[in-house]
């Protein structure tokens, strides 16, 4: 494809970079700094877009794919060429690169990779110094100085952040978000377009979920509804041996999709393995500059590999010392908290009484739970991680420990010390109503009225500067800035809203597995429930918030182990449960319907780690893709290093000549 030809695409403003409104519009000289910054984008060749607002003054930013390409060839950034490697983009070798679902040449990540290198890297002055004002304040713009990060310093340039595509949005927003006819099916890959890779593996894993649950939530309600007699106590162990199966079952088929998924999106990245890893990568380096590396060749020290060491271990000692500390710290401080309110609400009889209980212990809980957040926060930043995404995952583990330990401990305590089902099943229903409704009311309606509180401090300072008058509308992409961020309950420098989302999906997978012999219809609720989260969660990132920053992790990362355990957890809580059933008398005597509860959990657990192997995670298709690719790739590099063993030797003659 001709590079010509690329540039005659239609450019999409992307970027909106927010700086304050001049007082008086009319009265704009060479001196202004909206002035000299718009100028300069220009310069650069992005399309820049003013738009007044009533607060604000707001650019924005859209850069043609040619511009774009250049700014990735300056990035050396690594793209999926047609024979299954990633190499360097170069802008005049387009064609060798593979184009996104959609046809576009970058990614969302990738688009804005390049435009931060363009506004932040780019754009500097090659003149002497030149000052310019942004209303009372005077600015100076030294030599080889970015400008976007001078008027950030200054507060000058409030926040930089990424536009909603109005055309793309709306496409998405009637054939995913307002498409309630198809249960479960989504557009992944136009999702996978807009907002990126780990939001589309969100909702696919929500999308397969849902649609698995459909068989629990059936079988449950008949388990529910139709009294079997005496088969009762056969019927809930073959349920809950079916559960089991279910659950093993369907996170093996889903590491396969994920699988399907990166090859169709053409990312090298096996699910449940490190951010790091990559099933081919080879360092293209090593034969573009042979000479440097032969040079080099034997220059490696035993101190090298000591540091390498050093650091590997102590990483692992801090994340463990760290782990222990959380471990630690909920047994003493939040195990004791938690019991204490399963205690009073199984002793109080009033249900007034129980009801202020319920009050005060979720207002304390969320309190301790920051608190616990914070903490876990502080210590993740002393590990030694490797990237940000393994300090992430640590970040995961460390704050459900908490999570877990407040949404079951007290049905532990039902369950097993007082041995009430029925009050156990009071509490399950409570708790899903609360969860599952009430938290999907206050995730959709709190960004809704922040906007609007938003919006009317906005139309006040309008009417205020127009004295009494408010003139036009809000501009669009002044709503847009209004609008709330897709952000973290807690350390949003380290995840975003799918924390909360992924949260809520491992909470309502527990209480349903684990306590699924109790109340067995927990599986219909949670099915329409996320029916509806899939709609509702769609709206929220269309139109209530603004457009996330894509993250470029392809898989589920920590919450696979995590659901993995609330497997495992959930055959040993639901085996005390049919003791319970069991032993109506409550001695635990060990009669032969016990010791076949016990032969079960030890059959279940083989099942779990045995179906685990029985299903391959990686289809045979994408296996055999993956090698043909790895083949073809590892001809050409041969044939590379051959010229650079050939051009190697030639090296050596020419210094021994010098020698």
Same mark, same amino acid.
């Given at each position: 494809m001709d590079v010509a030809a690329i540039s005659e695409e239609e450019t999409v403003l992307e970027i909106g970079v927010v700086l304050p409104k001049r007082k008086n519009n009319t009265d704009i000289d060479n001196g202004d700094c909206i002035e000299v910054l718009t100028g300069e984008f220009q310069n650069m060749g992005l399309i820049v877009e003013r738009v007044v607002g009533f607060q604000s003054e707001i650019l924005k930013l859209g850069a043609p794919t040619k511009i774009l390409g250049k700014a990735a060839t300056e990035l050396q950034l690594k793209k999926r060429t047609h024979i299954g490697m990633d190499l360097q983009f170069h802008m005049?070798?387009?064609?060798?690169?593979?184009?996104?679902?959609?046809?576009?040449?970058?990614?969302?990540?990738?688009?804005?990779?390049?435009?931060?290198?363009?506004?932040?890297?780019?754009?500097?002055?090659?003149?002497?110094?030149?000052?310019?004002?942004?209303?009372?304040?005077?600015?100076c713009w030294e030599m080889g100085e970015s400008i976007l990060r001078k008027l950030e310093t200054e507060g000058i340039v409030k926040e930089i952040f990424p536009l909603h595509d109005d055309v793309m949005r709306k496409q998405l927003v009637k054939s995913w978000a307002l498409n309630w006819w198809d249960f479960t099916e989504q557009p992944i890959d136009e999702i996978c377009s807009y907002f990126g890779m780990k939001i589309a593996i969100y909702f696919a894993f929500l999308g397969m979920y849902t649609r698995w649950l459909f068989f629990p939530?059936?079988?449950?309600?008949?388990?529910?509804?139709?009294?079997?007699?005496?088969?009762?106590?056969?019927?809930?162990?073959?349920?809950?041996?079916?559960?089991?199966?279910?659950?093993?079952?369907?996170?093996?088929?889903?590491?396969?999709?994920?699988?399907?998924?990166?090859?169709?999106?053409?990312?090298?990245?096996?699910?449940?393995?490190?951010?790091?890893?990559?099933?081919?990568?080879?360092?293209?380096?090593?034969?573009?500059?042979?000479?440097?590396?032969i040079k080099k060749y034997g220059s490696e020290k035993i101190t090298e590999k000591e540091?390498?060491?050093?650091?590997?271990?102590?990483?692992?000692?801090?994340?463990?010392?760290?782990?222990? !500390? =959380?471990?630690?710290?909920?047994?003493?401080?939040?195990?004791? /908290?938690?019991?204490?309110?399963?205690? +009073?609400? #199984? @002793?109080?009889?009033?249900?007034?009484?129980?009801?202020?209980?319920?009050?005060?212990?979720?207002?304390?809980?969320?309190?301790?739970?920051?608190?616990?957040?914070?903490?876990?926060?502080?210590?993740?930043?002393?590990e030694a991680s490797k990237n940000?995404?393994?300090?992430?995952?640590?970040?995961?583990?460390?704050?459900?420990?908490?999570?877990?330990?407040?949404?079951?401990?007290?049905?532990?305590?039902?369950?097993?010390?007082?041995?009430?089902?029925?009050?156990?099943?009071?509490?399950?229903?409570?708790?899903?109503?609360?969860?599952? !409704? =009430?938290?999907?009311?206050?995730?959709?309606?709190?960004?809704? /009225?922040?906007?609007?509180?938003?919006? +009317?401090? #906005? @139309?006040?300072?309008?009417?205020?500067?127009?004295?009494?008058?408010?003139?036009?509308?809000?501009?669009?992409?002044?709503?847009?800035?209004?609008?709330?961020?897709y952000s973290a309950s807690i350390c949003e420098e380290l995840e975003d809203g799918l924390f909360d989302d992924f949260l809520e999906l491992a909470l309502q997978f527990g209480m349903i597995m684990m306590f699924a012999c109790a109340f067995p219809l927990a599986f219909t609720f949670a099915?329409?429930?996320?029916?509806?989260?899939?709609?509702?969660?769609?709206?929220?990132?269309?139109?209530?918030?603004?457009?996330? !920053?894509?993250?470029?992790?392809?898989?589920?990362?920590?919450?696979?182990?995590?659901?993995?355990?609330?497997?495992?957890?959930?055959?040993?809580?639901?085996?005390?449960?049919?003791?319970?059933?069991?032993?109506?008398e409550g001695e635990w005597?060990?009669?032969?319907?016990?010791?076949?509860?016990?032969v079960m959990e030890h059959a279940l657990l083989l099942i779990k780690f045995g179906f685990s192997h029985f299903v391959p995670e990686e289809p045979t298709w994408v296996r055999a893709n993956r090698m043909k690719n790895t083949t073809q790739a590892h001809d050409m590099c041969s044939r590379e290093l051959l010229r650079s063993i050939s051009g190697g030797k030639k090296m050596f003659k020419e210094i021994e000549k010098e020698e």
């Open positions: 005049d070798e387009i064609d060798a690169f593979i184009r996104q679902p959609d046809g576009s040449l970058f990614s969302w990540h990738e688009r804005l990779r390049c435009y931060q290198h363009i506004l932040y890297d780019t754009v500097k002055v090659n003149k002497p110094a030149m000052k310019f004002k942004c209303g009372d304040k005077e600015v939530a059936a079988f449950g309600l008949i388990v529910h509804l139709i009294d079997f007699g005496w088969l009762q106590f056969f019927v809930l162990p073959a349920f809950f041996v079916c559960l089991v199966t279910w659950a093993v079952l369907f996170f093996q088929f889903w590491k396969r999709k994920n699988s399907a998924l990166l090859a169709r999106w053409q990312v090298d990245q096996t699910p449940g393995a490190g951010r790091d890893y990559k099933a081919f990568e080879l360092e293209w380096s090593l034969f573009q500059f042979p000479s440097d590396h540091a390498f060491q050093r650091d590997e271990w102590f990483g692992r000692f801090m994340r463990y010392r760290n782990d222990f !500390v =959380v471990i630690l710290s909920i047994i003493c401080l939040q195990l004791p /908290f938690e019991l204490a309110y399963a205690h +009073f609400y #199984a @002793v109080i009889e009033s249900d007034l009484l129980k009801f202020g209980l319920t009050v005060v212990y979720l207002l304390s809980i969320q309190y301790l739970t920051r608190i616990g957040g914070k903490i876990a926060v502080k210590l993740v930043n002393r940000v995404e393994y300090r992430a995952d640590s970040l995961v583990y460390k704050v459900f420990g908490l999570y877990f330990m407040q949404s079951y401990v007290g049905l532990f305590y039902h369950a097993v010390l007082h041995r009430n089902l029925m009050t156990l099943r009071r509490v399950l229903i409570q708790r899903l109503i609360f969860s599952e !409704v =009430v938290e999907n009311l206050l995730e959709n309606s709190i960004p809704y /009225f922040k906007y609007k509180l938003k919006k +009317f401090r #906005a @139309v006040r300072f309008k009417r205020k500067c127009d004295r009494g008058t408010v003139t036009g509308k809000l501009p669009r992409v002044e709503k847009e800035f209004l609008k709330p961020t099915a329409l429930n996320n029916i509806t989260e899939i709609r509702t969660d769609a709206l929220k990132l269309l139109v209530m918030l603004r457009r996330p !920053v894509p993250r470029h992790d392809a898989t589920i990362g920590a919450w696979l182990n995590i659901f993995q355990f609330l497997i495992v957890m959930s055959i040993c809580t639901n085996c005390i449960l049919l003791v319970c059933l069991y032993d109506r005597n060990i009669s032969p319907g016990l010791v076949a509860i016990l």
